[in-house]
């Protein structure tokens, strides 16, 4: 894969494809995580001389057409506060400015369906292209794939040390390597689990996606999110003795954080209640497994952690990850958004910004921005 160290942007215009996918409330970013996640590369292609820089992004689904929810306007104010410069909005900025943010790129219908158009409308604005979207690495878009065939073109930082650190994770880690896999659906994750399962010394189970194990153990499952599919997806892994699922669970009336609830010291869920979070022997058990790892990877809450009675299981995990002096890395939209919630981002060796993106990469696949840079 061609870095920055293989491409020569002096005096150049450079188009940089940035994952600014950040969540917004009432229009205001909630976690800018994603934005300081490229300024290494934007600073770094401003100190060598640059001419123009940019930026793509997308935001939401806006389903291929203008909509003002998802407009990037608030990026590029934050982004000004944090390069401490001005930065340009708009798909009519000033031709002469230094740093341009246009707006978001799934506004044009051509962007999902790699519209060969688009891409060369993209192209136009530059000499040579940047990736540095890693959270959109596993899409074959115009702003991802087309547009990198017709420029000279290389990974930006964040890319870069995305796909080094998790490839070299899975090719060799410090051991033991302990894998801590939490969400929602096991089928989301089969790929995922199987290739921990080959490369880990030991697979951690969690979240709502520790069900369809326990149901598939012959274990009682209430009224928790278990589904039929996920089940049976379950039932091929229940025997390999590298997977640790919870001892204990917290259990809740209804999906609220004003629900009844209670601690069940065992697996067998009642009728009438569902499980939401791990317990705290579980917890205790998996932190002891953390602390003694060489190299950590966290994918996915242990609960409903959104929630505050069901938040401990996964906090209790994100502040072992946090203290463990394995290498330790946490990818997923939720388990990044655990970590900053509980403020330990910054004792976390590598927060991964993709999240599919990730995933697909740790199963083994191709992803299509990064083979277009190859």
């Known amino acids: 894969m061609k870095t920055l160290d293989d491409l020569d942007v002096g005096g150049r215009r450079v188009l940089v494809r940035v994952d600014f996918n950040v969540p917004l409330q009432d229009g205001a970013i909630t976690d800018d995580t994603r934005i300081r996640g490229a300024l290494p590369t934007l600073r770094e292609l401003r100190e060598k001389g640059a001419a123009q820089v940019v ?9 291929g057409a203008p909509d003002p929810r998802y407009s990037l306007a608030p990026v590029a104010a934050r982004l000004s506060e944090l390069l401490g410069t001005d930065v340009a909005f708009g798909d009519d900025a000033p031709s002469d400015a230094e740093l341009v943010l246009l707006e978001n790129i799934r ?4 962007e999902t369906k790699n519209d060969p158009e688009l891409a060369r409308r993209l192209a136009a604005r530059a000499d040579v292209y940047v990736d540095d979207a890693f959270g959109a690495a596993h899409r074959a878009h115009a702003s991802t794939d087309g547009v990198a065939h017709l420029l000279p073109h290389a990974a930006g930082r964040l890319l870069q040390r995305e796909v080094e650190t998790l490839t070299g994770i899975l090719a060799d880690p410090r051991r033991p390597f302990v894998a801590v896999v939490g969400g929602a659906k096991v089928t989301d994750k089969i790929g995922v689990l199987r290739r921990f399962l080959e490369v880990a010394d030991r697979v951690l189970i969690g979240g709502a ?3 369809p194990f326990l149901r598939a153990q012959g ?4 009224a928790s999110l278990c589904a039929a599919d996920d089940v049976e997806a379950a039932r091929g892994l229940v025997g390999d003795d590298k997977l640790g699922l919870p001892v204990d669970l917290v259990l809740g009336r209804e999906f609220s954080a004003d629900t009844e609830t209670r601690e069940l010291d065992g697996v067998d869920v009642p009728d009438g209640w569902m499980g939401l979070d791990i317990g705290p022997r579980s917890a205790q058990l998996y932190a002891q497994e953390i602390a003694g790892a060489g190299t950590v990877c966290w994918n996915g809450p242990m609960g409903a952690f959104e929630l505050a009675p069901f938040a401990a299981g996964t906090k209790a995990v994100a502040e072992a990850v946090a203290a463990s002096p394995a290498t330790t890395v946490v990818g997923g939209g939720d388990s990044v958004a655990a970590v900053v919630q509980f403020g330990l981002s910054d004792q976390v060796d590598h927060v991964s910004t993709g999240g599919g993106a990730s995933l697909e990469l740790i199963e083994g696949k191709q992803l299509p921005g990064v083979e277009a840079l190859s």
């Not at 930026?55 to 389903?63: A, M, N, T």
Request: glycine residues 16%.
């Open 55 to 63: 930026l793509v992004s997308h935001l939401g689904r806006p389903k």
């Open 107 to 110: 506004f044009e219908p051509g």
């Open 209 to 211: 996606m520790a069900f």
């Open 219 to 222: 274990h009682a499952v209430g």
